[in-house]
């Protein structure tokens, strides 16, 4: 956390990526609290149980797009938006570099940018441990967003894949170096600790005691789950399966198949597709899939 001096005080700045909050003003429980969010990014208002305040958003520059039943709706500068007090989600997410001010009724700055910093040591936690993990989840979220909205998920279900999508790999952390980053074929018994990964994934995330990430563990846990019952951990098929993991698992298989990696070479786009396709219906569910190729232009 850094510390910006003004007039009155302290501004107090939290930083993610993508994301920058400040407290700006606060007094009679009200509190105001400046955000930033960079291009393509999301940011959820949700429901909470004992939760009664009134929820603000001003935009001051930029766009924000919010995802609806029946579309999305766009705010402009000048825009707002409010709720009191929030009874469903809403995911908005940023079009170009967006600011807006946040006001709430209630004090909640505090525990939000504690979350805030949950977030960012799950993340530097992932970075550590595996290089190549850092871009690839954010790859593998922009991705599971795309075919998540095309297949029309509600904003409930929106956040949690934009959640699980990130920290799908937060499990290796648990997992030895020497595992890992091995360059070789794994060893039965090593194969047998890498698949432990995800669920080390949800036992973090139940960790951190925050709702909206303890469901995501559960999407976590099932992402290498196979539509023929043949994956890990717990060989569930076809609606077993959470959809969001269904469609984790298609783009998470897209980005492996097309990444350099020590033990292979990345194969093209196009022979990505051709693979995703051939295992339609076994590795993948078919409605995924589907979706999945009818955004290739955007992929």
């Keep these: 956390?850094?510390?910006?001096?003004?007039?009155?005080?302290?501004?107090?700045t939290v930083q993610?990526?993508?994301?920058?909050?400040?407290?700006?003003?606060?007094g009679d429980h009200t509190e105001i609290i400046h955000h930033k969010l960079q291009p393509n990014t999301r940011w959820a208002l949700e429901p909470e149980e004992g939760w009664e305040a009134l929820e603000y958003l001003f935009v001051i520059s930029g766009m924000l797009k919010l995802k609806t039943n029946d579309g999305f709706v766009v705010f402009k500068a000048g825009d707002s938006f409010h709720r009191s007090p929030v009874k469903e989600h809403y995911v908005f997410q940023?079009?170009?570099?967006?600011?807006?001010?946040?006001?709430?009724?209630q004090p909640v700055f505090h525990r939000?940018?504690?979350?805030?910093?949950?977030?960012?040591?799950?993340?530097?936690?992932?970075?550590?441990?595996?290089?190549?993990?850092?871009?690839?989840?954010?790859?593998?979220?922009?991705?599971?967003?795309?075919?998540?909205?095309?297949?029309?998920?509600?904003?409930?279900?929106?956040?949690?894949?934009?959640?699980?999508?990130?920290?799908?790999?937060?499990?290796?952390v648990k997992i030895p170096q020497e595992i890992l980053q091995?360059?070789?074929?794994?060893?039965?018994?090593e194969w047998e600790i890498m698949k432990r990964h995800s669920i080390y994934g949800r036992e973090i995330l139940e960790e951190t005691k925050l709702?909206?990430?303890?469901s995501a563990g559960i999407v976590v846990e099932?992402?290498?789950?196979?539509?023929?019952?043949?994956?890990?951990?717990?060989?569930?098929?076809?609606?077993?399966?959470?959809?969001?993991?269904?469609?984790?698992?298609?783009?998470?298989?897209y980005d492996a198949i097309t990444t350099?990696?020590?033990?292979?070479?990345?194969?093209?786009?196009?022979?990505?597709?051709?693979?995703?396709?051939?295992?339609?219906?076994?590795?993948?569910?078919?409605?995924?899939?589907d979706t999945f190729l009818s955004l290739r232009d955007r992929i």
Excluded: W
């Excluded at 091995?182 to 018994?189: A, E, I, R, S, W």
């Excluded at 539509?227 to 469609?247: H, R, T």
């Excluded at 990696?261 to 569910?285: L, N, Q």
């Design 1 to 12: 956390m850094e510390d910006i001096p003004n007039m009155n005080g302290f501004i107090e």
């Design 16 to 26: 993610l990526k993508g994301l920058t909050i400040s407290l700006i003003a606060s």
């Design 94 to 105: 940023s079009i170009e570099e967006t600011e807006f001010l946040y006001v709430s009724s």
């Design 112 to 172: 939000y940018s504690q979350i805030t910093r949950n977030l960012m040591n799950l993340v530097i936690s992932i970075e550590e441990k595996d290089g190549y993990t850092g871009d690839h989840c954010a790859r593998i979220s922009r991705l599971s967003m795309l075919v998540g909205e095309a297949l029309g998920l509600g904003s409930k279900q929106l956040l949690r894949l934009n959640m699980a999508s990130f920290f799908h790999d937060l499990g290796k």
């Design 182 to 189: 091995k360059p070789g074929k794994l060893t039965n018994q």
């Design 211 to 214: 709702p909206f990430l303890m």
């Design 222 to 253: 099932q992402h290498h789950e196979r539509y023929d019952g043949k994956g890990y951990p717990y060989g569930l098929a076809n609606d077993e399966i959470e959809v969001e993991a269904s469609i984790i698992s298609v783009v998470d298989s």
């Design 260 to 289: 350099d990696r020590p033990y292979h070479k990345g194969k093209t786009k196009e022979e990505a597709i051709v693979e995703i396709e051939r295992c339609r219906g076994t590795m993948y569910d078919p409605i995924i899939v």
